[in-house]
């Protein structure tokens, strides 16, 4: 997983074309962006979605194999849980269509990273990630995830 601030982006223009153009599209979206599905091009998709923060977490996490996910809350703040998907168990196994397996018993290693207000992050395949949790207490947040093809 890379947590970095939208201010870091240029870092990333000669390590991968389609994660810079993902994160070039998150420093200039605007919180009035509307809720839906966005073609960046062939590689890079573009979700808006909005929902309240949650206490979900329960040992569940997922991970990707044929996305990396970039993830940012434009509105809100919102606490993501990491675990390596090495040491954890499968509890759902993978769903081709949905591109997701989800995890229980996450490593005793985990820990959890506070995205939104400029901070992003980026889940690789063997990054566990449980998202959608409160800090404090819920709020509305909206979300940008930026799926990029592997």
Known sequence: MIIDTLDNIMVYRNISHDIFSGLSFLRNAEPDIDLGVFDISDNVKV????YETGD????SFESHRRVIDIQYPIIGIERV???PIKYMDIDIPY???KDCIYYKNPH???MHVDI?????AIMFENDGHSPQNFIHSSELIKK??????I
Do not use: H, L, P, R
Request: glycine share 10%.
């Open 95 to 97: 769903d081709y269509e």
């Open 47 to 50: 979700i808006v979605g909005q």
């Open 144 to 149: 940008i995830t930026v799926k990029v093809s």
């Open 108 to 110: 005793k290693q985990a």
């Open 56 to 59: 979900g977490f329960s040992d």
């Open 116 to 120: 939104g207000n400029n901070i992003f």
């Open 81 to 83: 849980f990491w675990s």
